[in-house]
């Protein structure tokens, strides 16, 4: 089984600066992938970024990337010259190659200040 | 782009009532899932259908039933409401292969059973 652990309820940051929220995940799988989803006030959910585990380079997406460290079981999302509308709950996920179930962590709730 | 649409965005319901949430996608998508997501908890897999008329349990599949008669449309069913079934649901779809697994969420149903 997989299991996803947030260990930040809630994080705050002032508009430009850069912010990094925690991930780590278990898994028994040799092969998976882990994604980060924003959900906004609307609830929409969106993906923000994906990583192939047997990929070695961080995924990067604009102004976010991550930073991926295999052995530590490690997946943090930074983001760069935060933005008012970055403010959202994220949640990190994993899902296997073997299944189509994405497991989720605990959710961080983002407040970018001005 | 993949729309994810869910019946209710707000739904009320008295203890003991049946209650459905619909969810259609309009991207010939195999695979569709519900999803609870509760304060601290993140989303949890109630069910999921990886094809018309299969299903399969998720993580939290107690007090829930599913129903997927056709391809666009995943039905969730509380055969008999309880207060603790208050929460939000989300719907989601995904290929069964491509896109790097990723799912599509629709909005959210915010259901409050009194």
């Known amino acids: 089984a997989q299991t996803v652990t947030q260990s930040q309820p809630e994080m705050s940051v002032q508009e430009a600066e850069t912010v990094t929220l925690s991930c780590t995940y278990d898994?028994?799988?040799?092969?998976?992938?882990l994604f980060w989803y924003k959900q906004p006030p609307s609830r929409q959910m969106i993906l923000v970024i994906r990583q192939e585990a047997y990929k070695q380079q961080n995924a990067t997406e604009n102004r976010f990337s991550v930073n991926f460290q295999k052995a530590a079981k490690s997946f943090s999302l930074k983001i760069s010259d935060s933005q008012l509308g970055d403010t959202a709950m994220y949640f990190c996920?994993?899902?296997?190659?073997?299944?189509?179930?994405?497991?989720f962590g605990e959710g961080t709730q983002l407040t970018v200040n001005p | 782009d993949v729309k994810v649409t869910q019946s209710s965005r707000y739904l009320v319901k008295r203890t003991g009532e049946k209650v459905f949430l619909e969810c259609v996608q309009d991207m010939d998508h195999e695979n569709m899932f519900w999803y609870r997501q509760d304060p601290g908890l993140g989303l949890r897999l109630i069910y999921f259908s990886y094809d018309v008329k299969m299903k399969e349990k998720g993580d939290i599949p107690e007090g829930y039933s599913v129903s997927r008669e056709k391809k666009e449309r995943f039905s969730l069913i509380l055969e008999s409401a309880s207060t603790n079934q208050t929460s939000m649901y989300l719907c989601a779809s995904r290929l069964t292969s491509g896109l790097l697994y990723e799912q599509f969420f629709g909005p959210g149903t915010r259901l409050t059973v009194l």
């Open positions: 898994t028994s799988e040799s092969n998976y992938y």
């Open positions: 996920a994993s899902t296997t190659t073997s299944g189509s179930r994405l497991t």
